[in-house]
């Protein structure tokens, strides 16, 4: 078996399952968090029939991210876990009213109002408990051994709150761009209107973490300042992708800014990854401190190489199926 | 008063475990009833089963969806409140878990939405495979759950290596020793379940004179189901026990109340437990029949549970009480089994209203059987959590405080009334409903539809429109 590094491999494929689920629920979420302030009920019903038929499969990442860690990195999970509490309780408690919101809001009439205010909020507060738990990653984590031995709060930070806050922003960042890619007419305008705003907050948060992170964590500033000079590109990356998407925006172009606002996240992402990489439960253990078994580790591979590019494909092809516009009054009631 | 963590955890795990596995319970049983149905549509070209499986698949849909939302927060318990139990144990019961995720989603991926959304589109026989498939994707799935709950009861396969259990057998932890009676006895307990909740339904239906044809038939098929199978699982229940008498004696020994080891058992039909005196109160029973069953002999010995320390002994009037609930519900199914097949001889099967108003209720029994059983065998494990090799206490997060445990024990509480609410408020909107006239079928074939999305499979609406808006 030592001819693959089988940790490796595991946190290849969870790093994607990651960023799969931060780009894809990333934008439905978002549409939840910018839900109150759409112009009216009409593009409500737009927001969200352009994301009905893909936000359940959006969040087979999370679930199968979620097993995998427990496979895998079984000290990620019983650390992480235990860290943020509160927060799993509140991310889980918002999808739950988010999920069954989006059920029954096209089958209600009476109690349409509530089914909005519960997609609204589940929306926000999940995002701002990821959010939470990447700025809870930077901090690092209160481990003795191999168990966490600090209090129910310790997560809940200035920071923290920042970065709660700031993946807010992003998530809503990325329901925009989406909007204007599936959306037409005064939806769409009110889409592109939002856009540049949004561009803005999510650069002021970026700034702001960049700034921080060095008084929160020293050896990320290390990394940054001391190691690798290459790492330097992916910030320039994230950079040029923002004003790619500005520019764009200007430019009334559909697909463009979506396509620079993932570039954004995913180059943001691998900024942090790099910023870690291979300490995965800060500030100590890293990814082969963290593995199971590598029989256990092989007996599960096996079944993932098996099951991806299946739910990949299906992936796709429900995109594919519903790709173009959504119209107003139309989709499924 | 000082909050015990442990203790509100496991009320905790008991509730969020309860409150999902009434879902999956159902739709184990239901999926292989629809496949059925399917079937039959395709062998006889009868509509009536075809109107039966489009009904039945909207109740599915939903129940489906609800099991799934519940689902997610299960994924998550084992680490935030047992976290030293899943650092442990994660080596099999990670990849376990995950298998168990990953046959959902496969399940889910490929043939779900043919199954919810393919009827009409693709030809007849694939609509047939997909439900095959979709009932096949549920066994498949408690599988993995079972193999991973039987080995805490019967752990095998796996060492203890500094606080960690590394697999040395994959097949002997999978296969562990209980593994396949939980397997058959919950297997067989799903299908109980979906029988009576379509009897019930369809007794439901005849009661009030609604698509009678096809709800006889369905009320029909049921009731010689569960004429074999209400029997069968007692049968089964019984080596079960006998599984359990093998590896864990405790909890056999406080199913039946006897606190100390001895023959000529009796068979308590009613004692109040005294934990701290460990003897019973007002004991009723019949004289050497507990030790006929477990030892086929009057004079069988019967461990006690005196046999382990107080601290290492099992709440006994939760088990004992909740065994006596589950096999008191047994006995009012074959009951009911045998009440149909007289009433079938005499021709008042479709009529007698007395028996159809008691299938009507009989419809939430089964769950209730279902959710003492678990009791049962989970609360007669402890104080373990891996049996004899962990206990709770031990397997608890320890970072997790009263305080912590109490707000999300709360939270879930109030979550899942809401979510639970809707749900059954829903079903019972999709049930009145009933099965649509042949016209309105093809309508709702014409639409377009979305893929993957268990309740959209289902066009009831939530709640009456305002006049303002349709």
């Known amino acids: 078996m030592d001819m693959f590094d089988l940790s490796l491999i595991w946190a290849l494929i969870i790093g994607f399952g990651i960023i799969m689920y931060v780009v ?22 737009v927001m969200m029939n352009s994301v009905a038929p893909v936000w359940d499969g959006n969040e087979t990442w999370l679930v199968l991210g979620g097993a995998g860690l427990l496979g895998a990195f079984p000290l990620v999970y019983s650390v992480f876990l235990p860290a943020l509490y509160i927060g799993v309780f509140l991310m889980l408690a918002g999808l739950i009213f988010r999920g069954i919101a989006f059920e029954f809001r096209f089958k209600s009439h009476r109690n349409r109002r509530w089914w909005n205010r519960a997609f609204c909020w589940g929306s926000a507060v999940a995002a701002f408990a990821q959010g939470a738990v990447v700025g809870a990653y930077i901090q690092g984590f209160n481990v003795e051994g191999f168990v966490y031995v600090g209090g129910a709060l310790d997560w809940l930070t200035p920071f923290t709150v920042m970065t709660g806050l700031g993946l807010m922003c992003g998530y809503a960042l990325l329901g925009a761009t989406w909007l204007i890619l599936k959306s037409e007419g005064h939806v769409q305008e009110w889409a592109y209107r939002i856009t540049p705003v949004l561009l803005a907050a999510v650069l002021v948060v ?128 | 008063m000082e909050l015990d963590p442990l203790l509100l955890s496991r009320l905790q795990f008991a509730f969020v475990v309860s409150f999902h596995a009434i879902f999956p319970v159902f739709t184990i049983g239901l999926a292989s009833y629809i496949a059925l149905l399917n079937g039959l549509f395709y062998k006889t070209e009868n509509p009536a089963w075809d109107r039966l499986a489009l009904f039945w698949t909207k109740v599915f849909a939903v129940v489906f969806g609800m099991g799934v939302v519940s689902g997610i927060v299960m994924s998550f318990q084992f680490g935030t409140n047992w976290s030293n ?24 991926a490929a043939f779900l939405g043919v199954l919810l959304f393919g009827r009409g589109k693709v030809p007849q026989g694939v609509h ?35 606080g960690r259990f590394h697999v040395t057998s994959w097949i002997a932890a999978i296969f562990n020793p209980s593994f396949w009676y939980r397997f058959v006895h919950m297997g067989m307990a799903s299908f109980l379940t979906g029988g009576f909740v379509v009897a019930g339904v ?7 004179g609604r698509d009678v044809d096809a709800n006889r038939k369905a009320l029909s098929m049921c009731l010689w189901l569960l004429l074999v199978l209400a029997p069968a699982q007692a049968v089964v229940g019984d080596f079960h026990g006998l599984n359990t008498l093998e590896y864990q004696p405790t909890k056999v020994a406080a199913m039946e109340g006897n606190w100390e080891t001895r023959g000529n058992v009796p068979l308590l039909l009613f004692a109040l437990p005294d934990q701290e005196a460990q003897t019973n109160r007002f004991e009723l029973g019949i004289p050497s029949l507990a030790s006929v069953i477990l030892k086929h002999d009057p004079a069988g010995v019967i461990p006690g549970i005196s046999e382990v320390a107080p601290e290492e002994q099992p709440p006994v009037a939760i088990v004992f009480w909740a065994f006596r609930i589950m096999v008191g519900i047994g006995f009012l199914m074959i009951g009911v089994a045998i009440a149909g097949v007289i009433l079938r001889k005499r021709g008042t099967l479709y009529t007698n209203p007395l028996f159809l108003k008691s299938l009507v209720g009989m419809i939430a029994m089964p769950f209730v059987a279902v959710l003492a059983g678990w009791v049962v065998t989970e609360a007669g494990r402890a104080p373990w959590l891996v049996y004899g090799m962990m206990t709770h206490a031990e397997g608890l997060t320890p970072s997790l405080t009263g305080g912590m445990a109490l707000f999300t024990l709360i ?36 639409e377009v539809e979305r893929p993957k999305r268990p309740l959209s499979a289902s066009h009831t609406p939530f709640d009456d429109a305002e006049p303002a808006r349709s």
């Open chain 1, 24 to 45: 894809m629920d990333g934008f439905d979420l978002g549409l939840g968090i910018l839900y109150p302030f759409a112009p009216d009920e009409e593009s409500r019903d």
């Open chain 1, 206 to 333: 970026f700034a702001a973490v960049s700034l921080w992170t060095p008084f929160v964590n020293p050896d990320v500033w290390a990394r940054w300042f001391n190691n690798i000079q290459l790492i330097w590109v992916l910030p320039a990356l994230a950079l040029a992708c923002a004003i790619w998407l500005w520019s764009s925006v200007r430019r009334r172009s559909d697909g463009q800014p979506f396509v620079a606002t993932l570039g954004i996240f995913i180059f943001t992402y691998l900024g942090l990854v790099a910023s870690k990489w291979p300490v995965i439960v800060p500030p100590d253990h890293t990814i082969w401190d963290a593995a199971s078994a590598p029989e256990s580790q092989l007996f599960l591979l096996i079944g993932m190489l098996f099951v991806i590019p299946i739910v990949l494909t299906y992936t796709a092809w429900t995109y594919w199926v519903f790709r173009g516009k959504v119209k107003v009054g139309e989709g499924y009631h």
């Open chain 2, 85 to 108: 139990f899943s650092y442990a144990s994660a080596n099999f019961l990670g990849p376990i878990l995950s298998y168990e995720v990953v046959t959902a989603f496969f399940l889910e």
């Open chain 2, 128 to 162: 047939l495979f997909a439900a095959i498939m979709v009932a096949i994707g549920t066994f498949i799935s408690s599988f993995w759950i079972l193999s991973a709950n039987s080995w805490m009861h019967t752990p095998a396969g796996v060492e203890l290596i500094d």
């Open chain 2, 202 to 208: 369809s007794a439901w239906f005849l009661l009030r």
């Open chain 2, 411 to 446: 939270g879930y509480v109030a979550v899942y009334a809401v979510v639970f609410w809707a749900g059954i408020y829903y079903l019972t909107r999709v049930v009145r409903n009933g099965m649509l006239p042949e016209d309105e079928q093809k309508e709702v074939q014409g």
